[in-house]
C-alpha cells in the first residue's frame, strides 16, 4: 500500500513534467540521481552539467555556460533555461544552420549531421557541446581527422568514394569547374591518399594524408 | 554455527573482491568476453553473498526500519526518498566494501589500485575519444562512481592514513589546477574581437592579431620584472630626486625642464627619472631591505633576454609539434580539396571571396598538372633576375648610407645645440628611418615584378628583402650610435679634470692638494656632470620606438582610413569606378605588420637595458595598437582576394622573432662585456666594468668557499672541454635527425610501392576474376548445349 502511494507520487510527478520524454529517457534519471547526489547540492542543474561536461570536453565552465546561452537562443521555446527537469530536447538541423558560425559553411549540413545521434541532424544540448568541442583549438589532430573524415563522408559507408570526393568539391567552388576538371581532381586526390588500391579512400588513407597538412588544423576549426 | 557463518563471511567477501576485479577486466576490455573457471566461481559466490545479505538481518534492520519509515512518509517528494535509497545502499556498500577489501591479499589490493589508476587514466583521457557525448557521460559516471567507491576503501590496511591523505591531496590539486585553468581563460583578453575578425577575414588576418595578443603576454611579463624589480626599488628605497647630483636636472638645464617640447624628447626631468640608466645609484645596498640595486639590475637585464629566449623557443616547439611536416607536395590536391575552406568563415562577402579564391587555385592547379611547363626564355629569366637583386642591393645599400649621413649629422646638431634647430633636424633620424620603412617595401614590391615568380615564392624574396632592410637600418643605426659613445668617452676625460679644478676652487686653495678635509656641500644641481651615454643610448631608442609608432599610425589612418573614406564618397562623381578600379579599398598587409611588430620588438630588447622604461612603453603601445588596428581592419579594409601564406608553418614568424632576438641582443652584451661604465651615471658607475659586479656579490654577499668554487668553474681548463662537449652533443643529435628523416623518406617510398603493388593486385584480381566469369559461362553454355544433344539423342532414341 505505502509503495504503491509512493510509486503514485513519482508517476504524478512524472507527468508534472512538461516536456516530452523520449523513450530513452529513463537512461537520463539514474545519471541525475548519481550527479545530484555525488556532487554538492547546486542550484541548477545547468551548473551541475557544466561540471561533468568539463571531463568530456575541450570547453571551461565559463564557455560552457556560455554555450548553454548559444543553444537556448537558437530555439528559445524548445529549450529551456533550467535544465532541472531534464527536458530531451532536440532542436532540428534548420535552426542550427543558420547560426553565424555555419551558415557560410558549405559543409555545414554533413557537420551538424555527423553529431547528431539520429544521422538526421536534430541535435541534443549534449551534441551541441560535442560538435564545438571537437572544432575548437583545443581538440586534437587525431580527434579532428575521424570527424572530419565522417563530416566529407557524404553517403555514410565509411569510405570516402568517388562521388564523396565530387559532391565535396562543387559544393567547394559552387560547381564553377566543369566537369572533366571535376573529375580530373578527384582522380588525382584518390590516386595521392589511397594506399590499399580499392579506388576509395578508407579511414587509414585518409588519415595518413591529413596528418601531414600544414593547415589542417588551423582551417577545421570553428571558434565560438 | 558460528564458524560456519564466519566462513561464510570470508568466502562471501572473497567473492565480492573477486567480482570487482572481474567488473573491472569486464569494462577495461569491452570486446573480450572471456569466461573462465575464477568467473564461474565468482558467479556463484555472488550468489552465495546476495543470499547471505538477504538472510542475516541484524545488519539489515537499520535499513528495513528506514525503508519503512521512509515509505510511510510518502508526503515527502519521491526524488528525497530515492535519493536515501542511494545513500542507505551506498553506506551499506561501503560497509562491505570496506570489510572486504581489508581482507584482501596484497596482490589484489596491487591489483585494484592498478584498475583504479586505470579509471582515473579513462577519465582524464575521456575528452579526446571519438565516442557520442551520451556514451562519454555513461562512462565518466561509471569510472567515477568506482573510483569513489573503492578509492577510500583501499586505504583501509596498511599505510591507510598516509593513502587517504595523498587522495585527498591529489583531488584538492585536480580542483585547483582546474579552478586555475578557468581564470587563466577568463582572463584571454579580446576574444571576441578576434573572433570577429576572423568570421570576417579569415584565419590568415587574424593570426596577425593572435600574435599581438602573445607578444603583449610577452611584453607584460618583461614589464613586470622592469617595473618591479628596478623602478619601484629605486623609486621608493633608492634616495629621492635631488640628493645627488645625478639625480638632479643640471642647473643649466633648470630653465626649460618643464617644457612640453623637451618633455617629449625625453630629456629634462624625463631624463633625471627612474626611467633611464642615468637616475640609478651606484650604492649596493639600498634601503632598509639592504636590496641589491645594481645586482638586480645587472640581473634583470639578463633575465629579460633569458625570459624571451625560452619563450619564443618553447612555441617554436611547440608550433612544430603541431605540425605534420614540412612543406609537402605529395598530397597536393587530396590537400586542396579537404583543407582549403577555413571554417572559421562566417561573413558572407568573405565567403564569395573564399569560393572564388579556391576555384581559382584549383584551376591554377588543374592547368600546371596538365601542361608541362613551358620553356620560357630562359636566359632572359635569369638575366631579369639578377637585375633585380642587383637594384635590390643598390637600394640597400643606399638606405644604409643615408641613415648613416643623418646621424653623423644629428651629432653636429647636437654639438652646436639643439635649440638652433627646427623640428625636422631634431628629429631627422627617426624620420627617415621610418620613413626609410614604408616606401623601400613598395619599390621592392615594383622591382620583383620583374622576377616572375610563382606567387608564393615571390613573397617568400619580399619578406627577406624587407628583412634585411630593417636589419641594415638597425645596425647602421647601432655604429652611428658607437661613434656618439666614443665620442662622450673621450669627453669623460675632459669632465674629469674638470671637476677636479672645480672642487679645489671650492675650498678656494685654502688647504693642501693631498688634504681630506670634508668637502663643503654644494647644491648638486651646480656640480658638473660627466657624460652619460648610456642614458643617451635610451633615450635614442625611445625616441626611434615613438616616432615608429606615430609613422605607423599616421600611415594607417592616411592609407587605410582617408582612402577607404575617398573612395566611398568620390565614387559618385568620378569618371571610372574607384572602388573596382585603382585606389579601391586596402588589404590587410598581413606580412608587413608581423614584419614591423618583430623588429618593434627587437628595438626594446636591445635598449631595455639602458632604458627600464621600453618594456612599460611597449605595453602601452601594443594595447593602443590592438584596438586601433582592430578598428582600421573592421572599417577600411576589404578581405585578401588571393590567400597566400608565407610558409605552410606557422613557424617562419618564429623564426624570424628568434633571429631578430639573437641579433638585437648581440651589441647590448658587447657594451656591457667591453665598454667601461660612465663615472657619474648608473648603477655600475666606479667599476671598470658592468660585469664586475657579479664579481663584487660573489666576494661580498657569498661564504668564500663559494667564490672558490666559482674560480675553478670559470678556469678556462674546464670550460673548454665543456664546449667542446656541447659542440660533440649538437653533432650527434644533428646526425641523428638526418638518420631519422632518411628513414622517413624510406618508410614514404615503401608505403608508394605497397600502394603500387596493391592496385596492380587489385587490377590482376579483377581481371581474374573476369576471366573466371568468362570461363564459367563458357563451361554452363557447353554443359546446356551438352544436355541439349543428348536430350535429342535420347528422344531419336526413343522414336
Known amino acids: 500500500m505505502a509503495t504503491s502511494h509512493a510509486s503514485a507520487t513519482v508517476s504524478s510527478h512524472a507527468k508534472a513534467a512538461p516536456y516530452p520524454k523520449l523513450h530513452d529517457s529513463r537512461r537520463l534519471s539514474p545519471l541525475l540521481e548519481w550527479m545530484r547526489h555525488h556532487i554538492e547540492p547546486l542550484e541548477s542543474l545547468t551548473a551541475l552539467e557544466t561540471t561533468i561536461f568539463k571531463d568530456c570536453t575541450y570547453f571551461t565552465r565559463k564557455e560552457i555556460l556560455r554555450l548553454h546561452g548559444r543553444y537556448h537562443e537558437l530555439a528559445p521555446h524548445l529549450v529551456p533555461l533550467d535544465y532541472t527537469n531534464e527536458p530531451d530536447v532536440k532542436v532540428p538541423l534548420a535552426l542550427i544552420v543558420n547560426m553565424p558560425e555555419l551558415k557560410e559553411n558549405p559543409f555545414r549540413t554533413r557537420i551538424v549531421e555527423s553529431f547528431s545521434e539520429d544521422g ?86 585518409f588519415e595518413n594524408m591529413i596528418s601531414r597538412a600544414p593547415e589542417f588544423l588551423s582551417t577545421f576549426h570553428i571558434r565560438i | 554455527m558460528d564458524e560456519e557463518s564466519q566462513n561464510q563471511k570470508k568466502k562471501g567477501k572473497h567473492g565480492k573482491v573477486k567480482k570487482l576485479l572481474k567488473d573491472e577486466k569486464d569494462t577495461r576490455n569491452h570486446k573480450r568476453q572471456g569466461t573462465s573457471k575464477t568467473e564461474v566461481e565468482i558467479n556463484t559466490n555472488q550468489k552465495k553473498v546476495k543470499k547471505k545479505q538477504e538472510d542475516e538481518p541484524p545488519q539489515r534492520d537499520k535499513g528495513d526500519k528506514k525503508r519503512k519509515v521512509k515509505a510511510e512518509a510518502s508526503s515527502e517528494s519521491s526524488d528525497l526518498s530515492d535519493v536515501e535509497e542511494l545513500t542507505e545502499e551506498e553506506e551499506e556498500d561501503e560497509e562491505v566494501v570496506g570489510m572486504v577489501v581489508g581482507a584482501l591479499t596484497p596482490e589484489e589490493l596491487e591489483k585494484l589500485k592498478e584498475a583504479v589508476d586505470d579509471r582515473k587514466k579513462l577519465v582524464s583521457t575521456l575528452r579526446g575519444k571519438p565516442w557520442s557525448m551520451m556514451k562519454k557521460l555513461q562512462t565518466l559516471k561509471e569510472s567515477q ?68 595578443r602573445w607578444m603583449y603576454g610577452v611584453n607584460i611579463i618583461l614589464f613586470g620584472l622592469t617595473f618591479g624589480l628596478v623602478m619601484v626599488p629605486e623609486a621608493l628605497m633608492g634616495r629621492p630626486y635631488g640628493s645627488i647630483p645625478r639625480k638632479t636636472v643640471p642647473r643649466a638645464e633648470e630653465a626649460n625642464a618643464m617644457d612640453f617640447a623637451v618633455l617629449w624628447d625625453f630629456g629634462g626631468f624625463a631624463k633625471y627619472s627612474v626611467l633611464f640608466y642615468g637616475y640609478y645609484n651606484s650604492q649596493r645596498t639600498v634601503g632598509w631591505l639592504k636590496f641589491r640595486m645594481p645586482l638586480s639590475y645587472f640581473l634583470v637585464g639578463v633575465g629579460t633576454v633569458g625570459y624571451s629566449y625560452m619563450v619564443v623557443i618553447r612555441r617554436m616547439a611547440r608550433n612544430a609539434n603541431e605540425q605534420g611536416g614540412g612543406d609537402d607536395t605529395s598530397f597536393n590536391f587530396s590537400w586542396k580539396t579537404f583543407t582549403s575552406w577555413d571554417y ?39 638575366f631579369l633576375r639578377v637585375l633585380a637583386n642587383f637594384l635590390v642591393l643598390c637600394c640597400l645599400a643606399g638606405s644604409g648610407y643615408l641613415i648613416y649621413y643623418v646621424v653623423r649629422r644629428s651629432q653636429k646638431f647636437t654639438l652646436a645645440g639643439l635649440e638652433n634647430y627646427g623640428w625636422w633636424e631634431r628629429n631627422e633620424v627617426n624620420m627617415v628611418m621610418s620613413l626609410l620603412g614604408m616606401f623601400c617595401p613598395m619599390l621592392f614590391d615594383v622591382i620583383s615584378s620583374l622576377e616572375n615568380y610563382h606567387p608564393r615564392v615571390a613573397l617568400q624574396w619580399q619578406l627577406g628583402r624587407i628583412f634585411a632592410l630593417f636589419l641594415g637600418n638597425l645596425y647602421t643605426f647601432i655604429i652611428a650610435l658607437m661613434d656618439e659613445i666614443n665620442l662622450k668617452r673621450k669627453e669623460e676625460e675632459i669632465v674629469k679634470l674638470n671637476m677636479t679644478t672645480w672642487e679645489a676652487s671650492l675650498y678656494n686653495g685654502t688647504l693642501g692638494e693631498n688634504s681630506t678635509a670634508p668637502s663643503i656641500t654644494a647644491d648638486p644641481a651646480d656640480v658638473p656632470r660627466g657624460p652619460c651615454w648610456e642614458t643617451m643610448v635610451g633615450q635614442e631608442f625611445v625616441r626611434l620606438i615613438i616616432s615608429d609608432t606615430m609613422t605607423t599610425y599616421v600611415t594607417l589612418l592616411i592609407g587605410d582610413f582617408f582612402r577607404a573614406l575617398i573612395v566611398r564618397f568620390l565614387n559618385y562623381c568620378w569618371c ?81 622573432l628568434l633571429v631578430i632576438l639573437f641579433l638585437s641582443t648581440l651589441p647590448a652584451i658587447y657594451t656591457i ?15 671598470s666594468r658592468m660585469i664586475d659586479v657579479i664579481q663584487e656579490t660573489l666576494e661580498t654577499d657569498f661564504p668564500a668557499w663559494i667564490g672558490k668554487v666559482f674560480s675553478y668553474v670559470s678556469n678556462p681548463g674546464l670550460i673548454l672541454p665543456f664546449l667542446l662537449l656541447l659542440v660533440l652533443a649538437i653533432y650527434y643529435l644533428h646526425s641523428i635527425s638526418k638518420t631519422y628523416k632518411q628513414f622517413n623518406l624510406d618508410l614514404k617510398k615503401k608505403l608508394q610501392t605497397q600502394n603500387e603493388e596493391n592496385k596492380k593486385k587489385n587490377k590482376r584480381a579483377a581481371l581474374k576474376a573476369a576471366n573466371d566469369l568468362e570461363e564459367a559461362r563458357n563451361a554452363s553454355t557447353q554443359l546446356q548445349l551438352e544436355q541439349q544433344s543428348k536430350n535429342a539423342s535420347s528422344r531419336g532414341m526413343d522414336l
Open chain 1, 120 to 205: 538526421m541532424g536534430n541535435l541534443s544540448f549534449n551534441d551541441f557541446v560535442d560538435m564545438f568541442s571537437v572544432l575548437s583549438e583545443m581538440a586534437p589532430r587525431e580527434l579532428k581527422a575521424i570527424y572530419a573524415f565522417k563530416i566529407y563522408d557524404f553517403n555514410v559507408d565509411n569510405f570516402l568514394c568517388k562521388e564523396d570526393l565530387e559532391k565535396t568539391l562543387n559544393k567547394l567552388t559552387k560547381e564553377e569547374l566543369t566537369p572533366e576538371e571535376v573529375t580530373l581532381v578527384c582522380e588525382k586526390s584518390i590516386e595521392e591518399s589511397d594506399l590499399d588500391g580499392d579506388n576509395k579512400l578508407s579511414f587509414a588513407d
Open chain 2, 576 to 656: 571610372w569606378d574607384l572602388e573596382a578600379g585603382f585606389p579601391s579599398y586596402s588589404e590587410f598587409d598581413v606580412s608587413g605588420n608581423v614584419l614591423g611588430l618583430i623588429f618593434n620588438q627587437g628595438m626594446i630588447w636591445m635598449g631595455a637595458f639602458y632604458a627600464p622604461c621600453l618594456p612599460a612603453l611597449n605595453v602601452l603601445r601594443l594595447h593602443v595598437s590592438m584596438y586601433l588596428q582592430c578598428w582600421a581592419v573592421m572599417c577600411c579594409n576589404v578581405p585578401q582576394e588571393r590567400v597566400f601564406k608565407a610558409s605552410g608553418s606557422n613557424n617562419f614568424y618564429m623564426a624570424m
Open chain 2, 145 to 212: 562512481e568506482f573510483v569513489e567507491k573503492y578509492e577510500g576503501a583501499l586505504g583501509k590496511g596498511r599505510g591507510r592514513k598516509l593513502y587517504a591523505y595523498k587522495v585527498m591531496m591529489s583531488k584538492k590539486w585536480m580542483k585547483f589546477l582546474r579552478d586555475f585553468d578557468n581564470f587563466t581563460t577568463a582572463c584571454i583578453p579580446w576574444e571576441m574581437k578576434i573572433k570577429d575578425i576572423e568570421s570576417h577575414f579569415g584565419s590568415s588576418v587574424a593570426s596577425y592579431f593572435i600574435f599581438l
Open chain 2, 673 to 687: 662585456v667591453t665598454i667601461p661604465p660612465s663615472f657619474d651615471c648608473g648603477p655600475f658607475s666606479g667599476k
Open chain 2, 344 to 382: 572559421l568563415i562566417g561573413n558572407s562577402e568573405t565567403a564569395d571571396n573564399k569560393f572564388a579564391s579556391i576555384t581559382t587555385i584549383f584551376k591554377e592547379a588543374i592547368v600546371e598538372e596538365q601542361e608541362s611547363r613551358k620553356d620560357d626564355n630562359i636566359h632572359l629569366t635569369r
